[in-house]
């Protein structure tokens, strides 16, 4: 045996292959691939490890058609891309940035890398931000997931007026636009909504050659965002001040608007949408409460985490939940921001109170039911004060749907 063996240093799998990682020993295989600044660069690896950690790259290198060449061009991807795929598959780690998590996320899909698709959509639902999230969006929908497209909807309705400024605001196609506009959800007055389409449209007679007069814009928009303008809401002297100059709208759309704020009562406009924007109005407000009685007996200790499980069978917003106190006392606590709670996903509600030993509820059901809405109780393993289905905290939800 060699003295200078490399081996005896690792004494785990995973710190074998993070040795392994990048380096040219016993490697079989070289991927050519450019880094962001366009360097064309060769990454060593090897097919036994690509193997066992993709179906594609299995087939690729050991399949019918396997590919025999010691390198192999990957056009498709970024040097900076394919060194963090390569890391997940060699020692089951990834360092994911706001800039490489989209083409990691891309690799991950196309080599069929489930896990690693799962921690990118981990990193986004944590780290995105509005000026970045009309990038994603279209990806997420590319690739089909539902999880992420519904977090992006969301963060675009919460910060509306952050993504409309964005430079990804800009870029979005057409379709994604009458997307944006078509939304009852968003947190934006009319006339800043408007302003931004109109930047949206001088940026693509910009990018076409195209003068950044009001036909042209008209042109680039096409009718179908512009309907989707819910000028109604704009005041008049907002709509002759700011929307006219642009010459957007056409002779028929002015006289429908002008008709609607010269008889609002007897002729609303015919073209446009006059519904509010803002957070969706539910229909139903309710609550439900989990117990049935009530001890008299101090029950928690303070600092401690009181933890929850529940699930839902409709969608709804969570409002608020009641705390239980000392004797004779509740505590209402409500959520600063809109809380949507979707079906069948299983969330953790926790609390750490500090204060007087309380007393506690009991005979906790398990499933609790108010109209259409089922709320379906789990014990939490985080809990530390005996919060659980049965008793102690969390006794009253509040929610609408």
């Given amino acids: 045996m060699s003295s200078n063996a490399w081996q005896p240093a690792f004494k785990t799998i995973k710190e074998r292959g993070?040795?392994?990682?990048?380096?040219?020993?016993?490697?079989?295989?070289?991927?050519?691939?450019?880094?962001?600044?366009?360097?064309?660069?060769s990454i060593p690896a090897h097919r036994y490890v690509l193997a066992v950690s993709s179906p594609v790259f299995e087939a690729m290198f050991h399949g019918a058609m396997a590919e025999s060449s010691r390198k192999v061009s990957l056009?498709?991807?970024?040097?900076?891309?394919?060194?963090?795929?390569?890391?997940?598959?060699?020692?089951?780690?990834?360092?994911?940035?706001?800039?490489?998590?989209?083409?990691?996320?891309?690799?991950?899909?196309?080599?069929?890398l489930p896990g690693l698709n799962e921690k990118c959509t981990q990193f986004l639902q944590e780290n995105l931000e509005a000026k970045d999230v009309l990038f994603v969006l279209p990806e997420a929908m590319e690739i089909q997931d539902e999880n992420l497209q519904r977090h992006c909807w969301e963060l675009v309705d919460e910060t509306t007026e952050e993504v409309v400024m964005s430079d990804a605001f800009l870029s979005v196609t057409r379709e994604l636009l009458c997307d944006i506009l078509d939304r009852d959800e968003l947190m934006i007055k009319e006339l800043e909504l408007f302003k931004a389409v109109?930047?949206?449209?001088?940026?693509?007679?910009?990018?076409?050659?195209?003068?950044?007069?009001?036909?042209?814009?008209?042109?680039?928009?096409?009718?179908?965002a512009i309907r989707r303008l819910r000028f109604p809401l704009i005041s008049q002297e907002q709509f002759v001040k700011h929307v006219l100059p642009k010459d957007i709208l056409n002779r028929e759309e002015i006289?429908?608007?002008?008709?609607?704020?010269?008889?609002?009562?007897?002729?609303?406009?015919?073209?446009?949408?006059?519904?509010?924007?803002?957070?969706?109005?539910?229909?139903?407000?309710?609550s439900v409460t989990r117990f049935t009685s009530v001890s008299l007996t101090p029950s928690y200790r303070t600092y401690n985490e009181h933890s929850i499980c529940f699930e839902v069978n409709t969608e709804i917003e969570l409002s608020a939940v009641i705390l239980f106190g000392s004797l004779g006392n509740t505590y209402k606590v409500t959520f600063d921001q809109r809380v949507v709670i979707h079906p069948n996903t299983t969330y953790t509600l926790r609390a750490w109170i500090n204060g007087p030993k309380s007393l506690c509820w009991q005979t906790g059901r398990r499933v609790v039911r108010n109209g259409d809405v089922e709320i379906t109780f789990m014990d939490s393993p985080s809990s530390e004060n005996r919060t659980r289905v049965e008793g102690v905290q969390f006794p009253v939800f509040h929610f609408s749907y």
């Fill in 198 to 224: 109109d930047r949206w449209a001088e940026q693509q007679t910009s990018s076409e050659g195209l003068g950044v007069d009001g036909e042209s814009k008209r042109n680039v928009l096409g009718e179908e």
């Fill in 18 to 41: 993070k040795h392994m990682w990048k380096n040219p020993v016993l490697s079989d295989v070289e991927f050519l691939v450019c880094t962001s600044a366009g360097v064309k660069i």
């Fill in 255 to 286: 006289v429908d608007l002008f008709a609607h704020y010269v008889l609002p009562k007897e002729k609303g406009s015919v073209l446009f949408r006059a519904t509010s924007r803002g957070l969706k109005i539910r229909g139903v407000s309710s």
């Fill in 75 to 112: 056009p498709d991807c970024t040097a900076e891309a394919l060194s963090e795929m390569l890391r997940y598959a060699y020692f089951d780690e990834v360092e994911l940035t706001g800039s490489n998590v989209m083409s990691v996320m891309y690799l991950a899909e196309k080599y069929i």
